[in-house]
């Protein structure tokens, strides 16, 4: 049972933007620890695609943003493309339970 | 370019002992903790724990009790012990590499399906 709550699944048309949240509470995000969020395509390894809450790294596009406020956090795509299907995962540290990296439920996005 | 490979057996049997290996290149394992990270099929991730290039190492409170994570004497592997294993411990195990910040995996293996069944 994961501290960090995504919804299971969300879809849109290529195009279309589309917003994933990850909610928190105050030993976690609301705390202040930072949020990252990893993309896994379909049989791959998680892929770093947020750092820090908002930064990107080199290679990612930026159709891809990330933002936080309170105890959550959110990952929009903007221009989604037929690439962008794949299950994506936020990811911070809770101080309650004192592990270092706790990763979010997971949500899928599907691109009609 | 950072790469990391895992091996070890894909099978083990239950109360018997998961022991994988994450081979490093490209970049050197100081200054940077290493982590493994697993998956259980259809589901999400979980952090098991790190080690310091120097030896420290820190563990998922959940699974303190059966993990072990060294770093090798040639400084380009380290290993992940789980004793007492069940079926519950079937995943996709990941090793990855901490950015310099402690808070972000950068880079990640491909990952290695490890079933424990008799």
């Known amino acids: 049972q994961s501290v960090l709550t995504q919804p299971p699944s969300v879809s849109g048309a290529p195009g279309q933007r589309v917003t994933i949240s990850c909610t928190g509470s105050?030993?976690?995000?609301?705390?202040?620890?930072?949020v990252q969020w990893y993309q896994q395509l379909p049989g791959t390894a998680p892929k770093l695609l947020i750092y820090?809450?908002?930064n990107r790294p080199s290679g990612v596009p930026d159709r891809f943003s990330g933002s936080k406020s309170g105890t959550s956090a959110s990952l929009a795509i903007t221009g989604l493309q037929a690439e962008d299907e794949a299950d994506y995962y936020c990811?911070?540290?809770?101080?309650?339970?004192?592990?270092?990296?706790?990763f979010g439920t997971g949500t899928k996005v599907t691109v009609l | 370019q950072v790469q990391l490979q895992e091996s070890g057996p894909g099978l083990v049997k239950p109360s018997e002992t998961l022991s994988l290996t994450c081979s490093v290149s490209g970049a050197s394992i100081s200054g940077h903790y290493w982590s493994w990270i697993r998956q259980p099929p259809g589901k999400g991730l979980e952090w098991i724990g790190y080690?310091?290039?120097?030896?420290?190492?820190d563990y998922n409170p959940s699974l303190k009790s059966r993990v072990s994570i060294s770093v090798g004497t040639s400084k380009i592997q380290y290993s992940l012990r789980l004793s007492s294993v069940t079926a519950a411990d079937t995943a996709v195990y990941y090793c990855?590499?901490?950015?310099?910040?402690?808070?972000?995996?950068?880079?990640w293996g491909q990952g290695i399906l490890v079933t424990v069944s008799s």
């Open positions: 990811q911070s540290y809770d101080i309650s339970l004192t592990v270092f990296y706790v």
């Open positions: 990855a590499r901490v950015d310099r910040s402690g808070w972000v995996h950068d880079y």
């Open positions: 080690v310091y290039y120097t030896g420290g190492t």
């Open positions: 820090g809450n908002i």
């Open positions: 105050s030993s976690n995000i609301g705390a202040g620890y930072d």
